[in-house]
């Protein structure tokens, strides 16, 4: 079975310091890996995935197969940064009759505070 | 505003009852997910649905049921509650049956007490 680990529940930087939020995730196929943010009373929406390779707000990450790492980066953290973020998996199969059956896996997030 | 919406917002009930939990997914989306949130387990994944079938099952106990309906809403159901079960169960929703974007809805806390 799949899974993602999150090793921090907290982190807290100073505003305009580098910020990386570790994810590492274990799975048999060829796996597909997002970050998902959830701000203050807001709802939890996707941020980036890494087939992209995109950078949004000024995050990126690097999908790293030998450490099964999907690490999220930014290099100088915003106040408006806080938040919980999640890191998540996206593991399927297909269905004999060809519909497919696919579930996000979650870590269990990581709550970035930055200090102003 | 995501346009999923969940009812009620939040519940309280005793161990041992049943409570149903509504979701409206958005405009147009055909899959629904069921999420359970608790603190020591973090976001766990139950059940999703795709046009009324379903496809995809995780962590979702035999107490637990859940069902999508022709309008596409769907609903939750929770029975035999143990204190355990309080939560914060969210749904989500998507266009297709692969979709890593999912859009999620603001939650029901259910509180068993």
């Known amino acids: 079975a799949q899974r993602v680990t999150q090793p921090e529940k907290l982190l807290s930087v100073f505003k305009g310091a580098p910020v990386e939020l570790k994810c590492n995730y274990s799975?048999?196929?060829?796996?597909?890996l997002f970050w998902y943010v959830q701000y203050s009373r807001q709802r939890l929406q996707l941020l980036l995935r890494h087939i992209s390779r995109e950078s949004i707000k000024g995050f990126t990450a690097d999908l790293n197969k030998g450490e099964t790492s999907f690490h999220l980066k930014k290099p100088f953290a915003q106040e408006e940064d806080s938040a919980m973020y999640y890191c998540a998996l996206l593991a399927g199969v297909r269905l004999s009759y060809g519909a497919g059956s696919y579930q996000l896996t979650f870590g269990k997030g990581t709550k970035l505070s930055v200090i102003p | 505003d995501s346009g999923v919406t969940q009812t009620p917002k939040h519940l309280i009930t005793a161990t041992g009852q049943r409570v149903t939990l509504r979701c409206s997914p958005r405009s147009g989306d055909l899959s629904v997910y069921w999420y359970q949130q608790s603190l020591d387990q973090g976001l766990q994944f139950l059940i999703q649905?795709?046009?009324?079938?379903?496809?995809a099952k995780g962590n979702i106990l035999e107490r637990f049921s859940a069902q999508q309906f022709p309008d596409l809403h769907s609903e939750l159901n929770l029975s035999s509650l143990e204190l355990g079960d309080s939560a914060l169960y969210f749904c989500?929703?998507?266009?297709?049956?692969?979709?890593?974007?999912?859009?999620f809805g603001p939650g029901t806390r259910l509180t068993v007490t």
């Open positions: 989500a929703s998507s266009v297709a049956d692969r979709s890593y974007e999912q859009y």
């Open positions: 649905y795709y046009n009324g079938e379903e496809r």
């Open positions: 799975y048999s196929g060829s796996p597909e």
